[in-house]
Nanobody, 126 residues
Framework: QGQLVESGGGLVQPGGSLRLSCAAS????????IGWFRQAPGKEREGVSC????????YYAESVRGRFTTSRDNKKNTVYLQMNSLNPEDTDVYYC???????????????????WGRGSQGAVSS
């Protein structure tokens, strides 16, 4: 089973931006649905985005739509989550996974995946 490692988090002020990376080893991300998720301690996991293989069509949670963009660099076997116009409600630990599910064009928070990495912390505070 492959491994995904998230990076790129940090602390920014409201309105700022972060770019998260999800680097894979042992599996080729080009051929997978790629999901970004977020979860803070004591909160339920939220599906942030879901991107298809091939053309990379992506769908986003209503809470981040228009502010977050996911993309894929096949040569680097890495997926990115560009997060703009951040607000304190975006403070979470962000995870990526080689799977995602949709319902009514909304990413679901639950997938059949049990190899979660450590995630990358994104914090928004003034």
């Amino acid at each position: 089973q492959g491994q995904l490692v998230e990076s790129g988090g940090g602390l920014v002020q409201p309105g700022g931006s972060l770019r998260l990376s999800c680097a894979a080893s042992g599996l080729d991300l080009e051929y997978y649905n790629i999901g970004w998720f977020r979860q803070a301690p004591g909160k339920e996991r939220e599906g942030v985005s879901c991107m298809s293989p091939g053309r990379g069509t992506a769908y986003y949670a209503e809470s981040v739509r228009g502010r977050f963009t996911t993309s894929r660099d096949n040569k680097k076997n890495t997926v990115y989550l560009q997060m703009n116009s951040l607000n304190p409600e975006d403070t979470d630990v962000y995870y990526c996974a080689p799977d995602c599910r949709m319902r009514n064009y909304q990413p679901l928070p639950v997938i059949d995946y049990d190899a979660w990495g450590r995630g990358s912390q994104g914090a928004v505070s003034s």
